[in-house]
């Protein structure tokens, strides 16, 4: 990872340090830029050589329902398709998740590709999360139709993002292209006036 990058978060420009607080008070909406995540695209048959690969490199078999997801330790996989997985990791441990996976994986058909400065997370929580998506994203986030450990690849605002689930309190981590980043960040803070917002640490 450059080191430019490693000093600088993709929303930092916000000031996000400056608006930071410990405490969400009574805000209804705590917003979060979660820097850094080690971010891998993993490709490959879902059947038991590629599985037991993965599942040896990274401590957690990659899920093969549909919009789900796995996680172990430090380490969570999402289903984006048939064939296809993300892995997303600790800060700044793209490579060795890379590396770990390539080893495992030597003389299969496969694809590992890194995608960590491709997308950044803006984590979204409280009990009005699940109001403030439904201003902007076109599919069911109903607590009986999705829930925590649940992923899905859908918009938001217009925006090309993968929404997780990650707790039924409710809380979400959504993935979007860097460049619709800011843009996202600022359609979320006005969606989120009506209920009283904070900027926590990710």
């Given amino acids: 990872m450059p080191e ?18 410990d405490s969400r008070g009574d ?12 971010k891998i ?19 957690v078999t ?11 330790k430090s380490v969570t996989v999402l289903w984006l398709g048939p064939d296809e997985w993300l892995v997303v990791g600790a800060p700044e441990h793209e490579d060795a ?12 058909h496969y694809s590992v590709t890194d995608v960590t400065e491709g ?5 979204l929580s409280g009990p009005h999360a699940r109001d403030v998506l ?9 607590p009986r139709e999705f829930k925590a450990g649940d992923c899905a690849q859908s918009t938001l605002a217009k925006a090309n993002i993968i929404l ?23 359609w979320i803070e006005d969606a989120s006036l009506e209920y009283g917002l904070a900027v926590v640490r990710g």
């Fill in 134 to 142: 439904m201003k902007g994203c076109p599919i069911d986030i109903h």
């Fill in 164 to 186: 997780h689930q990650t707790s039924d309190d409710p809380s979400y981590d959504i993935y979007v292209e860097r460049s619709f980043a800011s843009y996202l960040w600022d």
């Fill in 97 to 108: 998740l890379a590396a770990s996976l390539r080893t495992a994986l030597d003389g299969q």
């Fill in 4 to 21: 430019a990058y490693q000093r600088q978060g993709v929303l930092d420009h916000h000031h996000l340090d400056a608006r930071m607080s």
């Fill in 27 to 38: 805000a209804g909406i705590a917003l979060c830029e979660r820097r850094f995540r080690a």
């Fill in 119 to 123: 997308r950044t997370i803006i984590g």
């Fill in 41 to 59: 695209n993993l490709r490959g048959k879902p059947a038991k050589p590629f599985l037991d690969a993965v599942t040896e490199a990274l401590g």
């Fill in 62 to 72: 990659p899920p093969k329902a549909p919009n789900t997801t796995a996680s172990a």
